[in-house]
């Protein structure tokens, strides 16, 4: 998506219209198609993120079932302390959520810098493409190239590098030196898009 493209919040008519007219240009050479593994169209959903979704999507209808069931009994007796806990409970017994055995300290800190890109809403397994498992330009100061599994989900299963940042708006954030001011600025991989990157002397 180009920064003229209109961000679309739902599939609707005009986003399948709009779809199929960017598909057609690309068949005729008109326009190229988006770098899918480009950091700068993705968006990073850290826990809270998750969570907040389980909770204005109502996950397994807890709001729902709670306010029959208030509304039946015209009390609130039966809201108990932990009543909202499986929005939290669903979430940790998702795929996405990993149990550590915690015998490593380091190991604990790896995985607090892991991203996924498999699980409920994301790749599947057998959908895994040679290029998902490269490593891309635009990753380079955000992900880190070393760490990860190694197995079939390397690329798509990544550990952030060190000082890399989660911004409020899904994207990654890292401090560059800018050369000509001297300053560090946090920038995103659609920031560093065009600008040459150096390693430091």
């Not at 739902?10 to 986003?15: K, V, W």
């Not at 932990?82 to 550590?100: E, W």
């Not at 490593?104 to 996924?116: A, D």
């Amino acid at each position: 998506m180009t920064d003229d493209d209109v961000p679309y919040e739902a599939i609707t008519p005009e986003m399948i219209l709009e779809s199929s007219k960017k598909l057609l240009r690309i068949s005729r050479g008109e326009e190229d198609p988006d770098e899918r593994d480009s950091l700068e169209y993705r968006r990073i959903y850290p826990f809270y993120s998750l969570l907040k979704e389980r909770v204005d999507l109502d996950a397994d209808n807890v709001l729902r079932s709670t306010a029959f069931r208030v509304a039946k009994q015209k009390s609130l007796k039966s809201v108990k302390v932990n009543h909202f806990d499986k929005y939290v409970t669903g979430l940790i017994q998702s795929p996405l959520s990993l149990p550590l055995e915690e015998i490593n300290p380091l190991h604990t800190v790896e995985q607090s810098r892991r991203i996924t890109q498999l699980g409920p809403g994301g790749l599947a397994a057998e959908s895994i493409t040679e290029e998902a498992n490269n490593i891309h330009p635009s990753e380079f100061g955000f992900l880190s190239p070393l760490e990860g599994p190694e197995s079939e989900k390397i690329g798509v299963d990544t550990r952030m590098a060190v000082g890399t940042q989660i911004g409020s708006d899904g994207r990654l954030y890292q401090k560059f030196r800018n050369k000509r001011t001297g300053y560090m600025e946090w920038l995103s991989p659609k920031d560093t898009k065009r600008k040459t990157i150096g390693l430091p002397d």
